[in-house]
């Protein structure tokens, strides 16, 4: 009991001089948010190189230089875009080896080229309508969340392209707790490694990482919502490509021999379950089937389909209630064919941080330390942390305060992007602890 009341007492000191810490430290976390969202870093899709954008690299090298200017000497960006930087341990002991890791590409949902970052001093709790767009109004009816930045400020675009907070912001709140933790060497860490990758949104973050060199056996991403947020599971993710083989004719002699794979394909895409099975129509822990590009001539048709399930049983049924519905259509037409080929893209991460309970149990005591209630969550999604746990780095998902993402509306409180700072700052200390 006697040890139990030390480390009390510890712990309220350090929390008591962080406090002061954090009242006289000058945050750059907004200053360097609102730079990075300008930077075009777009992601593509249907590229095949790695990057899919070498745009990507633009921010890469910014990021590189302002570490070394920090005086991290290791800061590197290789051929593949990924920037790594080591912080040194300050801890008298050894500590585990963390990393902090955020994506520095934006989704290819909606523009990111020529981002316009707009502050709003001192939110009044309105409606805000975007002056490049006036159709574009973020209210505060349809994002209630709104409500607790009543007086403070937050962060949009204009109106005509998405802000970039995903994950800008994760980038710029682990920039900032670098600068933190190098100008307060007192404050008592291990080695703490620091990973940005590109292509996270095309699906292929990881793709091309090498884990042995960053040397890190814990991580985290920044790549999360709300103040408090934790996220320690994801979607399983498949893609689903469906390829139709039609029979092709000279249009004015075609009655008879002509089979249009595009017209297959429409009916197989109007085949799709209305009421069920869409990211339109499903929440919580309900997958989908979602086709997301339909391309091709009448003699070929792609549709190329993403299905997500928290449970990989869930996706086998999935794919299984897809393909009955495309052999449902063929039967129609016999001339034609069809290929069905399923492609694993990331597993759900709970798996593995199930067996590595510390990892998120430090989390939620660092959040709890930056005076937020943790609200843990399950993301309708993936992180690069889903593909980095089982390559080996388990590796949870922390908020950042992004919301509206990948819209026109999106947007960001300061206060969520500063606590998340705190937050980081915390948990360094905690696994040193």
């Known amino acids: 009991m006697h040890l139990q009341a030390l480390l009390f007492s510890a712990a309220i000191f350090l929390n008591r001089l962080l406090y002061r810490m954090f009242n006289t430290y000058s945050f750059t976390v907004v200053e360097r948010f609102m730079r990075y969202v300008q930077i075009d870093t777009q992601s593509d899709p249907q590229s095949t190189t790695f990057p899919s954008t070498e745009k990507q690299k633009n921010l890469s090298r910014i990021l590189v230089a302002e570490l070394k200017q920090m005086g991290l000497s290791d800061a590197d960006m290789d051929d593949h875009g990924y920037v790594s930087a080591t912080i040194p341990s300050t801890a008298d002991s050894d500590v585990p080896v963390i990393c902090f890791c955020s994506h520095i590409d934006t989704a290819p949902d909606c523009s990111g080229k020529d981002v316009k970052p707009i502050l709003h001093k001192n939110y009044d709790g309105s409606d805000v309508i975007l002056p490049d767009d006036p159709s574009q109004i973020l209210k505060v009816a349809d994002y209630p969340y709104l409500k607790e930045h009543l007086d403070q400020d937050i962060i949009t675009a204009s109106g005509l392209t998405l802000l970039g907070s995903d994950d800008k912001s994760g980038v710029a709140i682990i920039m900032d707790l670098a600068l933190f933790l ?252």
């Open 182 to 433: 190098i100008t307060h060497p007192e404050v008592k860490h291990g080695i703490i490694k620091i990973l940005f990758t590109p292509d996270e949104e095309v699906g292929r973050g990881t793709e091309k990482l090498d884990l042995a060199k960053l040397g890190a056996q814990f991580g985290y991403t920044l790549d999360g919502g709300e103040a408090g947020s934790l996220e320690d599971e994801t979607f399983s993710a498949d893609g689903v490509v469906i390829t139709i083989n039609g029979v092709i004719a000279h249009p004015g002699y075609a009655k008879g021999k002509l089979v249009n794979a595009i017209k297959i394909a429409g009916e197989i895409v109007n085949a799709l379950p209305g009421n069920r099975l869409s990211p339109e129509t499903t929440e919580g822990r309900e997958g989908f089937v979602h086709p997301v590009r339909i391309s091709g001539i009448a003699e070929k048709a792609v549709i190329e389909c993403i299905v997500r399930s928290f449970h990989n049983k869930g996706l086998e049924e999935n794919e299984a209630e897809l393909l009955a519905i495309v052999e449902a259509v063929m039967k129609k037409y016999p001339q034609a064919s069809m290929d069905f080929k399923v492609q694993e893209q990331y597993r759900n991460m709970k798996k593995i941080l199930d067996q590595h309970p510390h990892v998120v149990s430090h989390a939620e005591e660092a959040i709890r330390r930056a005076g937020l209630t943790v609200k843990k969550e399950s993301i309708r999604g993936g992180t690069d942390g889903s593909r980095l746990s089982y390559m080996g780095l388990p590796c949870p998902n922390i908020f950042t305060g992004m919301q509206a993402i990948h819209s026109k509306l999106e947007w960001i409180g300061v206060r969520d992007m500063k606590k998340a700072v705190e937050t980081l700052v915390h948990l360094s200390m905690i696994w040193a602890e």
